[in-house]
């Protein structure tokens, strides 16, 4: 693991507005070609027409955009994005290819594919117009964040794609921002594309800055919002989601669908496998994210039952990610791992080792957690790393 030390938060004079300007300025500056990956959410839509005000005063319109349809999305957001494609300062390229996505409403197909031509009869809409279904690169397998370093030809020359992310969001996000020195609001983005990096111009932002700055400057948006101001997600920000509900985080929120969105919500019944289970349970214990087990079982003991609610293929895959943490633990320290209260040195424990096997793992984000879980075994101790380290390892 990584000891690379977090940069602490830093307070300004200007605004997060002006100073997202600046950062934008400087990348359209540093960059050959600059485009926006857009969601149609409304982090993308801040970074969209911030780009846009950068570009109207460099004179380098029209805009590249790029929009990754993934289905089962709300009508507006549709509406919205295609509102967006008809203006004559946007270039956008609407791509539908069948990504693969996580499905955490299933443990036995814990993926499913946008647009899959083999499932054409059970697509939740038609296929919009001028969308982008075939790509020389493109392979099934892939997630759309493998398949982007494939979309910019070599003529354009270095390429900078802005994105929404915003550090409120998440402390993975806010953890892969401020370890960086310099220009912390920029990334590599793919491995063995060198000219191309992505960018991240109003990380600093939160929800509330969105959307002070759509009433203040008259940004068009997406109406769903609205929708979801009429439910209990009334102001509830960071849970107002505008994409697909299918995975660990999003989950919950299926319920959205079928009070709001009935005919799309029909048609997603049988598009995805698992929905009407996860949509009927997905806020009780049944997915609980391994914080509560049964009183007779041990959390080593519940991990062995949790393996073996996947089918086959896919649980050798969750136990090998199980046995690499539990190598990582081995290799940090000699002792046994702890059962339920996490280790202070590795960070591991079988607790923790239950919600990998509930969760699946498959884009390895819980091990991002681990110096979180160590850091926080060491505050409760009110011990130090290097005495953690001397009295655990």
């Known amino acids: 693991m990584s000891t690379q030390k977090i940069r602490t938060k830093e307070y300004l004079e200007t605004n997060c507005y002006e100073e997202s300007i600046k950062r934008t300025e400087y990348i359209f500056k540093q960059f050959d070609h600059v485009c926006v990956s857009f969601s149609g959410g409304k982090d993308s839509t801040a970074v969209l027409n911030i780009a846009l005000e950068v570009a109207r005063k460099q004179n380098k319109l029209p805009l590249h ?3 990754f349809d993934e289905e089962c999305i709300h009508p507006p957001t549709i509406e919205y994005v295609e509102r967006i494609r008809q203006s004559p300062e946007i270039n956008m390229d609407w791509y539908c290819l069948p990504f693969r996505h996580r499905n955490a409403s299933s443990n036995e197909e814990p993926f499913w594919y946008t647009w899959d031509p083999d499932k054409k009869d059970l697509w939740v809409r038609d296929l919009p117009n001028d969308a982008i279904t075939e790509h020389k690169m493109f392979r099934k397998e892939m997630a759309f964040q493998d398949f982007t370093q494939y ?10 794609c802005l994105t929404g992310i915003r550090t409120e969001e998440s402390l993975r996000r806010y953890q892969v921002i401020a370890r960086k020195k310099n220009d912390h609001f920029m ?10 990096k992505r960018a991240f111009p109003i990380y600093d932002w939160d929800s509330k800055d969105v959307w002070i700055a759509v009433k203040k400057f008259g940004w068009d948006y997406n109406r769903t919002y609205d929708i979801y101001n009429q439910t209990r ?9 505008v994409c697909p509900p299918f995975g660990e985080e999003p989950l919950r929120g299926l ?3 079928s009070e709001c969105f009935p005919e799309l919500w029909h048609k997603m019944l049988n598009r995805v496998k698992g ?14 994210h391994a914080d509560k087990k049964p009183e ?19 649980k050798n895959k969750v136990s090998d990610t199980i046995n690499r943490y539990m190598r990582f633990h081995k290799k940090e320290s ?4 702890p059962e339920s209260q996490e280790h202070p040195v590795s960070g591991v424990s079988y607790k923790f080792l239950c919600k990998v096997a509930q969760r699946g793992d498959f884009k390895g984000r819980q091990k991002n957690i681990l110096r979180r879980n160590a850091t926080n075994t060491r505050e409760k101790l009110k011990i130090t790393q290097q005495e953690a380290k001397l009295l655990y390892s």
């Open 233 to 241: 997600l009334y102001n509830r920000f960071l849970t107002q989601r």
């Open 65 to 67: 955009v790029l929009f």
């Open 334 to 337: 000699k002792q046994p791992i």
């Open 187 to 196: 990334n590599s983005h793919f491995e063995g594309a060198s000219s191309t």
């Open 151 to 160: 979309i910019f030809p070599r003529s354009l020359g270095n390429v900078c």
């Open 255 to 257: 319920w959205i669908y």
């Open 275 to 288: 929905v009407n289970t996860a949509w009927r349970y997905a806020n009780t214990e049944l997915y609980s």
């Open 296 to 314: 007779h079982l041990t959390y080593k003991q519940y991990l062995n039952i949790l393996l073996d609610g996947w089918s086959d293929d896919y």
